[in-house]
């Protein structure tokens, strides 16, 4: 979804190296979430953040830190990163408005392996 | 407990039949329910979403949900190739003070035989 955009798309890193990985969007939502996917074990919540003043923990926050600096960029940050964060992490957006809970729309995704 | 289950599959069909993908759920104050489809190597795609009990319909897909029961299903009509992929369900939890939580399931993989 080119509206969704993260940055890098690929990663390759050691273990110990601080990490960021970067989300813009451009669809006007307001909230925003990071996911990382494993293979057998779907798609898990690190963090989400439904304003620029709100982030809240997710399933797996441990180990991970975000920042909301604008209603458009949410970043993600490893600040020692660890083989086992070898992960394809996504970001994802939904707006807060309208009838009932409104879908997930998700970047492209970065693919992180940590050596 | 938060749990959304799928059977990993993968589930095959002919080219032209219905595939029927089925999904459960714990939480009985789940209220929210969507489908995702996953090409391999890309990020999900949202299919559909079903709020209330019944039948949804868009084009090929219907979403089933069955809230007594705890599920919701997905069935793809006239299944074509291009609709092989890994089907994720997911499931939003009641809202409360600790705000939303969307729960994926693991997905089913689906494949459809020429």
């Known amino acids: 979804d080119a509206d969704v955009t993260q940055t890098p798309r690929n990663r390759i890193t050691k273990t110990g190296k601080r990490i960021m990985l970067e989300c813009s969007q451009t669809?006007?939502?307001?909230?925003m979430y990071w996911y990382r996917q494993d293979p057998g074990l779907g798609l898990r919540l690190i963090y989400y953040?439904?304003?620029?003043?709100?982030?809240n923990k997710g399933e797996i926050s441990d180990g991970y830190s975000v920042s909301r600096q604008a209603q458009a960029k949410f970043s993600l940050s490893l600040e020692s990163a660890i083989p086992n964060q070898t992960a394809l992490y996504f970001c994802?957006?939904?707006?807060?408005?309208?009838?009932?809970?409104?879908?997930?729309?998700f970047g492209d995704g970065t693919r992180l392996s940590i050596l | 407990q938060k749990e959304v289950e799928q059977n990993s599959g993968p589930l095959s069909v002919p080219e032209g039949a219905i595939a029927s993908l089925n999904c459960t759920y714990s939480?009985?104050?789940?209220?929210?329910f969507f489908w995702y489809r996953q090409y391999s190597g890309k990020s999900p795609e949202l299919i559909m979403f079903?709020?209330?009990?019944g039948d949804k319909e868009d084009g090929r897909f219907t979403a089933q949900l069955n809230k007594a029961s705890q599920y919701v299903s997905l069935l793809i009509r006239d299944s074509q190739p291009s609709d092989s992929a890994t089907y994720l369900c997911?499931?939003?939890?009641?809202?409360?003070?600790?705000?939303?939580?969307?729960?994926f399931g693991p997905g089913t993989r689906l494949s459809v035989l020429p």
């Open positions: 953040s439904f304003d620029v003043k709100d982030i």
């Open positions: 997911a499931v939003n939890l009641h809202w409360d003070n600790y705000g939303q939580n969307f729960v």
């Open positions: 669809k006007g939502h307001d909230r």
């Open positions: 939480d009985r104050g789940s209220q929210s």
């Open positions: 079903i709020y209330s009990n």
């Open positions: 994802a957006t939904s707006s807060s408005e309208g009838m009932g809970d409104q879908p997930q729309h």
